[in-house]
């Protein structure tokens, strides 16, 4: 519903809206698949212990406890709140400059979802990096300081990723993770706004036909 809003409307309360309503959908989606990214991320480590996706969740509960599965929660949504404000926000900010009218034109929606998600995954770098710290808590890391224990905390992730590599161990793999998420989210936009189109003109007929 915050995609049809008037254009009456301030589209500065308009793009406030947009990122309002992906933050919110972002708090409900991260407390749900927050574990399944620790499952991931630890499967994914160089010579992963884990044998399969069981095993590595039997093997984090039994030696961390279940609030491993949530250590990095808080670094998540502090991650991805903003990322799906500036998203949202950069998409449709996109859609006025190059589609005014807002017509279904599937280039349009492809070029806007993904220089909105390039923009929003360089900018969160930094705390995806620290995040997958506080999923990993990467042996070789914790080693090469020779830290004891677990990091836990977003302040302790910082300080940490500071300590390995200063400023630039911040912005580890940002290309790969703005090449990640250009087709993603271009991908994401132009079928949303398909189906829209879709179910809107179907709608539009049936009454017609009434």
């Known amino acids: ?3 049809m809003l ?3 409307d301030c589209p500065f309360k308009m793009r406030i809206s947009h990122g309002t309503a992906g933050c919110v959908a972002t708090l409900l989606h991260d407390a749900a698949m927050n574990p399944a990214e620790v499952v991931k991320q630890r499967m994914q480590m160089f010579n992963s212990p884990y044998r399969s996706v069981l095993d590595c969740m039997r093997a984090v509960w039994q030696k961390e406890g279940p609030g491993a599965f949530y250590r990095s929660y808080t670094t998540q949504l502090t991650m991805n709140v903003p990322f799906q404000a500036l998203h949202f926000m950069a998409y449709e900010y996109l859609q006025e400059l190059l589609n005014p009218h807002r017509q279904y034109k599937p280039s349009t929606h492809m070029i806007s979802g993904a220089l909105a998600g390039a923009l929003a995954a360089a900018a969160t770098t930094p705390l995806d990096v620290c995040k997958t710290l506080l999923n990993t808590q990467e042996s070789l890391a914790l080693n090469s300081l020779n830290m004891n224990g677990h990091i836990s905390g977003l302040a302790h992730a910082f300080r940490t990723v500071y300590r ?8 580890k793999g940002v290309q790969a993770r703005v090449i ?12 949303y706004e398909f189906f829209k189109y879709f179910i809107t003109k179907h709608q539009h007929e049936k009454r017609k036909a009434l």
Not at 180 to 191: C, G, K, L, R
């Open 180 to 191: 990640y998420q250009m087709p993603s989210t271009a991908i994401s936009w132009s079928v």
């Open 1 to 3: 519903m915050w995609l």
């Open 164 to 171: 390995l590599g200063g400023i630039p161990a911040y912005f």
């Open 6 to 8: 008037s254009k009456k």
